[in-house]
C-alpha cells in the first residue's frame, strides 16, 4: 500500500509545513507514506507524469488559495488515468465548504477539514488495516457508495507539543525557507483572516521549541521562518524563544517573525538591541491608520505606541523590519489610504508591503461583502475589486502605486535616491502616484526592464518633473514657450540643473553601493580628470582591486569598499578619502 501525500507550492523556495507535519505524525507507516512537493510553475504534464509512476494507493494533496485551481484541473486530469486511486484533498482552501467542494469536483473522493495530523493518520490506518473506518473518523467529509455526502464534523484541536518535529532530515531542503511554529491561533479576531477562526490559542512546550531551533542551528540553516500568527502574543514565550536564539546565535541563521509591535515590553526591546544585525528580521502588521477601519476589522492596535516601538527598533539598526498595509478594507477610501501610506512610510521600515484584501471562505469579511459593497474575483485569490469606499478604478491606481513602491523602494537598491527625490513633491505617497503615472504615460508598466533602466526612467520622470516645477515657478505654465521674465526663468533653470545633478550624483551612490559597475552610467560625473590621482591613491594605500573610488559633483571622493559590508542591509562600506 502507498499512500501519496501531495504539494504543489507556489515557489520552490517554498516548504509546505503541513504536509511535513502529516508525514512526521503517520511516521509508523513511513515506508508506505510517499511525499511529493511541486509548483505551480511546474507544467502539469510533469507532475502527473511523476504522480503516475509513483503507482500510488490513495492519493491526498493539501489545497491553498494560490493552488487549488491548479489542484483541481491537475486532479481531473490524474482522475482519468488512475480511475480507481481514492483521492483526498485537506487544507484551508476547501475545510469551510467541504461539502460544495465535493458536489462540484467529482474528481475527488474526501476532505479532510481542519487540524489535519491525527485525521491523516487515521485515514492512513484506514487503508493500511482497515481500521478505523471512514463512518468513525472525525474531521473527514466525504462521498459514500449510494453518492451521498457524509461529514463527520471537525476533529478537536489537539496538543501542539504531540506534533512531532518535521525536519529531522535537512537534505531535501537545501536553499529552501524552513517554516516552524511554537504556536497555533490568534487571540484577535481580524475579520479578514482565517486565524481568527480558532480561538484556541496554544503554545508548543518550550523545551522542544528550543531542541529544535538547536537543531536548525546547528545544521546552519540559513532563515527559519515562524508562522505564529503572532508571536509575542505570550510575552514569557516570545521572550524565552528570542533569549535562547540570542544566546546561541551561529553567525548565519536569520529567524522571522510576525508580531504585534504595540505589544513589546521593555525588556524585549533591550534584548533586541544587543542582537547581532540580522538575527531576526520582524513583520509587523499595520493595515491602515484609520480608526473606524481598524474598528471594523476587529482590530487592536494603538498606532502611536506602534509608531514609536518601530521607531525604537529602527534606531538599533540591527533588525529589518517589514510593515503591511492592505487596500481594500471598510472604511478606507483613497484618500484614507493615501493617509494610512504616509503614516506608515514615515516610519521607515526596511519593506512596506502594499497588499490588497482577500476576501476568505470561512471569514468574518466574507459575511459582510452586501453591507460593505465588497465586489471580489469570484475565483482565488479572491482579491477585492471595489468596495463602498474604493472603487475598482481606484484599485486600478494603487495597484501601479504598489508595483512602483516595490521597485523603487523594497528593492533597497534606490534608498538615498528617493530620499533625495522626495522633497521634490507634497508627501511621499504623492511620489510613488506620480511615478506610476509617468510609466502608464510612456508605456514603460508593460515592459521588464534592467536595474539600470530603472534608474535613467526616475531620472527622466525627475527632470520633466523639475521643468513642471521650474515653469510654474516662472510664471510660465507652459515648459515649451519662453518666458519673457528671464531673471526668473534663469533662476529656476540653474536650481532645476542644480537638483537634477543632486539626484544624479545620489544615484551613482547607490548604484555604487551595491556593486562595482562594469561600465558607467551615461548620467555619471566625468572621471577621467581624475583617473590619474586614483591610480595613485590606489597605488599609495595599497586598495585591493575589489574597490571602488568615485568622485562626486560636490568634490567629495568615496571609497566603496566590497570586501567589508553592512551586516544588515549589504551595502559596500563607504569612506571619504582625499586624493
Not at 27 to 54: A, G, H, P
Not at 443 to 471: C, D, N, P, T, W
Not at 489 to 508: L, N, P
Request: glycine share 4%; aromatic share 12%; charged share 30%.
Amino acid at each position: 500500500m502507498k499512500i501519496l501525500l501531495a504539494a504543489c507550492n507556489a515557489k520552490y523556495i517554498h516548504s509546505n509545513l503541513a504536509v511535513f507535519n502529516l508525514k512526521a505524525c503517520a511516521k509508523e507507516y513511513d515506508s508506505n507514506v510517499v511525499l511529493r512537493e511541486y509548483t505551480i510553475n511546474q507544467q502539469k504534464d510533469d507532475i502527473l507524469k511523476d504522480i503516475y509512476r509513483c503507482h500510488p494507493d490513495v492519493i491526498c494533496i493539501s489545497c491553498y488559495i494560490w493552488n487549488i485551481t491548479f489542484v483541481r484541473e491537475l486532479m481531473q486530469d490524474l482522475r482519468k488515468i488512475l480511475p480507481d486511486v481514492p483521492f483526498w484533498a485537506g487544507g484551508p482552501e476547501v475545510s469551510y465548504d467541504a461539502e460544495e467542494f465535493l458536489k462540484k469536483n467529482p474528481a475527488f473522493d474526501g476532505v479532510m477539514v481542519g487540524e489535519g495530523e491525527e485525521t491523516f493518520l487515521e485515514l492512513v490506518k484506514h487503508y493500511m488495516n482497515g481500521s478505523p473506518s471512514l463512518e468513525k473518523t472525525t474531521g473527514l467529509v466525504y462521498c459514500k457508495p449510494d453518492g451521498t455526502i457524509q461529514n463527520n464534523g471537525w476533529r478537536q484541536i489537539m496538543d501542539l507539543s504531540r506534533v512531532p518535529f518535521a525536519y529531522e532530515d535537512l537534505k531535501d531542503f537545501e536553499n529552501r525557507i524552513i517554516y516552524y511554529e511554537s504556536s497555533r491561533g490568534c487571540p484577535f479576531s481580524c475579520s479578514y483572516c482565517l486565524s481568527s477562526v480558532d480561538k484556541k490559542l496554544r503554545f508548543r512546550d518550550l523545551e522542544l521549541v528550543k531542541k529544535e531551533l538547536q537543531f536548525f542551528l546547528d545544521h546552519k540553516v540559513p532563515q527559519v521562518k515562524f508562522v505564529d500568527r503572532t508571536f509575542n502574543c505570550k510575552h514569557d514565550h516570545a521572550m524565552t524563544i528570542w533569549q535562547y536564539i540570542k544566546d546561541h546565535d551561529n553567525g548565519i541563521t536569520n529567524f522571522h517573525f510576525e508580531i504585534s509591535a504595540d505589544l513589546l515590553r521593555e525588556n524585549e526591546l533591550e534584548l533586541m538591541s544587543t542582537m547581532r544585525p540580522g538575527l531576526i528580521q520582524l513583520e509587523i502588521g499595520v493595515q491602515s491608520t484609520n480608526p473606524d477601519t481598524i474598528r471594523a476589522i476587529h482590530r487592536t492596535m494603538d498606532f502611536p505606541k506602534l509608531a514609536g516601538i518601530v521607531n525604537r527598533i529602527h534606531s538599533f539598526k540591527n533588525i529589518h523590519q517589514h510593515l503591511d498595509l492592505i487596500a481594500g478594507l471598510p472604511y478606507e477610501d483613497y484618500d484614507s489610504f493615501h493617509r494610512s501610506f504616509n503614516d506608515v512610510y514615515a516610519l521607515r521600515p526596511q519593506q512596506l508591503q502594499l497588499g490588497f484584501l482577500k476576501v476568505l471562505k470561512g471569514s468574518h469579511m466574507k459575511e459582510m461583502t452586501e453591507e460593505y459593497g465588497i465586489v471580489h474575483k469570484e475565483l482565488e485569490p479572491y482579491e477585492v475589486l471595489g468596495t463602498r469606499w474604493l472603487p475598482y478604478e481606484d484599485i486600478l491606481k494603487l495597484k501601479m502605486v504598489e508595483s512602483i513602491v516595490e521597485l523603487y523602494y523594497n528593492s533597497g537598491q534606490f534608498q538615498n535616491t528617493i530620499a533625495c527625490v522626495e522633497p521634490l513633491f507634497e508627501d511621499a505617497f504623492t511620489l510613488y502616484e506620480k511615478l506610476g503615472q509617468f510609466y502608464e504615460k510612456k508605456g514603460y508598466s508593460e515592459i521588464s526592464h534592467s536595474r539600470m533602466r530603472r534608474y535613467e526612467i526616475l531620472l527622466e520622470f525627475v527632470k520633466e518633473e523639475l521643468e513642471e516645477q521650474s515653469a510654474v515657478k516662472s510664471g510660465n505654465q507652459d515648459p515649451e514657450v519662453e518666458n519673457p521674465a528671464g531673471k526668473a526663468a534663469e533662476d529656476c533653470r540653474g536650481m532645476e540643473t542644480a537638483t537634477w545633478e543632486k539626484v544624479a550624483d545620489s544615484m551613482i551612490y547607490d548604484l555604487y553601493l551595491r556593486e562595482n559597475l562594469k561600465s558607467h552610467p551615461s548620467f555619471e560625473y566625468d572621471q577621467k580628470p581624475y583617473e590619474k590621482a586614483v591610480w595613485e591613491y590606489r597605488r599609495q594605500e595599497k586598495v585591493p582591486r575589489t574597490a571602488h573610488i568615485e568622485v562626486f559633483r560636490d568634490g567629495k571622493i568615496l571609497l566603496f569598499d566590497y570586501e567589508n559590508r553592512d551586516p544588515l542591509l549589504h551595502n559596500a562600506a563607504v569612506k571619504e578619502i582625499q586624493i
